[in-house]
């Protein structure tokens, strides 16, 4: 654990300030939104799988938006790719491989899928011919981020991630198995995920995820990227060199708040900022609170 940190702060939102309408605090629940802005979109093959993104902006700051569990940059960054400055960034969200419109091939989750995500994301952005950009990570996607961010410092500016943890606990998988018969959700939890694969994948998929999560929490130490049982990504933790914003909602159920702190300890320079009526979705359900949170960040 590192002993000194530049700037570890924790900051709160006002309670009171909004009401959050959310019903379910759940990664797979996404809020479908349309998105009526200019913007790009297209495919780029990337190791081996033909990856969909989308960009729109003309800023100067590059930012690289990473979804969450079956997620993608549709579902689950509809606010942010409207409403962040055009200006002052150029926002470019990507469906990771086997999500969304990056299929085929089906998603499958080997042992390293986090790493394999975080590598396909860094190539798809210079693929796209972008050598420097931020990251807003959610979920898995922020994962997906904090290894990205470890493994090419050169490339990422700033980090900025929320619901995501580094290792999987006992408490998480039982989280994890109290969701993974989809048939308990209501018809309005499985609508979006539905709409999006069909029944069919989706139910596969989402059970498949739910095991890979909680095999996390079975590996022996020695395993690789494992400094302890149920790593996920604690080793390259301390290899993270640019600014971050950890964003947490105290009412999130998926992501206990000992992640956030375990974050915050071992990422030297990061700061903590505490949404009281923040769910796991808090950035869809607070939009506007969080995108200028993290235009400030960014901006500084």
């Known amino acids: ?9 924790v900051s709160h939102t006002p309670k009171g300030r909004r009401k959050n309408a959310a019903k379910s605090p ?16 297209g495919k780029q093959k990337v190791n081996g799988s033909e990856l969909f993104y989308r960009r729109t902006g003309r800023g100067d700051h590059v930012v690289l938006l990473l979804p969450g569990a079956l997620g993608s940059g549709q579902t689950d960054f ?5 409403d962040l400055s055009k200006e002052r960034f150029t926002l470019v969200s990507y469906d990771p491989r086997g999500y969304g419109r990056s299929r085929p091939p089906d998603r499958d989750f080997p042992p390293d899928f986090f790493d394999r995500d975080a590598k396909d994301a860094v190539d798809l952005m210079q693929t796209l011919g972008f050598g420097k950009f931020s990251l ?5 996607g922020g994962i997906t981020a904090l290894i990205a961010a470890a493994r090419n410092r050169s490339s990422v500016k700033k980090l900025v991630i929320w619901g995501a943890n580094a290792y999987v606990s006992d408490q998480d998988v039982k989280i994890y198995n109290a969701i ?14 539905e709409d999006m694969y ?12 739910v095991e890979a999560m ?5 590996r022996p130490n020695g395993t690789v990227n494992v400094i302890t049982s149920g790593s996920i990504c604690r080793d390259v933790l301390p290899r993270i060199g640019c600014p971050t914003l950890i964003v947490h909602g105290e009412k999130d159920s998926m992501v206990p708040s000992f992640h956030p702190q375990y974050l915050l300890q071992n990422i030297q320079g990061s700061c903590l900022h505490l949404m009281p009526e923040g769910k ?9 609170e969080f995108n200028r949170l993290v235009d400030e960040f960014l901006c500084q």
Request: no cysteine; net charge positive.
């Open 1 to 9: 654990m590192l002993q000194e940190r530049s700037a570890m702060h």
């Open 26 to 41: 759940f990664p797979s629940v996404k809020l479908l939104l349309v998105v009526s802005v200019v913007m790009d979109s």
């Open 78 to 82: 509809g606010p942010q790719l409207k």
């Open 136 to 140: 807003l990570g959610w979920s898995d």
């Open 180 to 193: 993974k018969d989809v048939s308990t959700w209501s018809s309005k939890m499985r609508k979006p995920m």
């Open 198 to 209: 069909g029944p069919e994948y989706f139910t596969r998929t989402w059970e498949a995820w």
């Open 214 to 218: 909680s095999d996390f929490a079975q």
């Open 280 to 288: 796991h979705n808090l950035h869809l359900r607070f939009a506007a």
